[in-house]
């Protein structure tokens, strides 16, 4: 199941040995804890090849990660389950982690490909086919599906073309 992840989300940082909260991690205060955007270091996503990391996100409540860098799985994996991970460089994120200090919400307009913070706004490069998958709400499955009429069409032809096939 993709519920009830969120709890074991950065589980070793957020809880000690006796399961108690480590209430000097960030995401355990407020307003941090209701964050929808998590800010991080490069690489984000190393050593989860699985679902289950952006499950456990998007059961915690995030929809978006801000990282100079994913592992490739991890961010492929982000899209398909709707989470945005966006790409700028670690001064950018440096800044945006020190605004947040002063507990200012930082925004994402998605359509404008936009960070807007204060009276800043940052641009963000992103594929068009995966923000179109996250405007629509589609996975790979859905996104092919959409081309199910050119898919049929296609078969038929191959099937009069090449009919050992």
């Known amino acids: 199941k993709r519920t009830g992840l969120g709890k074991s989300l950065f589980y070793e940082m957020r809880y000690d040995e006796n399961n108690n909260i480590i209430k000097d ?13 998590l800010l991080s270091g490069k690489n984000f996503g190393c050593g989860s090849s699985r679902e289950h990391a952006p499950w456990a996100l998007l059961d915690f409540g995030i929809k978006c990660i801000i990282s100079p860098s994913y592992a490739e799985i991890f961010y492929n994996n982000c899209f398909n389950n709707g989470i945005l991970p966006i790409k700028i460089d670690e001064k950018t994120i440096r800044e945006l982690a020190e605004y947040c200090k002063r507990k200012e919400e930082i925004e994402i307009d998605l359509i404008s490909q936009e960070i807007l913070y204060g009276n800043k706004k940052i641009k963000f490069e992103l594929d068009a086919a995966k923000k179109k998958g996250l ?20 078969e038929k032809k191959i099937k009069i073309s090449k009919p050992w096939i």
């Open 135 to 154: 405007l629509e709400g589609l996975d790979d499955i859905g996104t092919s599906l959409e081309k199910i009429s050119k898919i049929e069409e296609f």
């Open 25 to 37: 991690f960030i995401l355990n205060n407020k307003p941090y804890i209701d964050s929808k955007i």
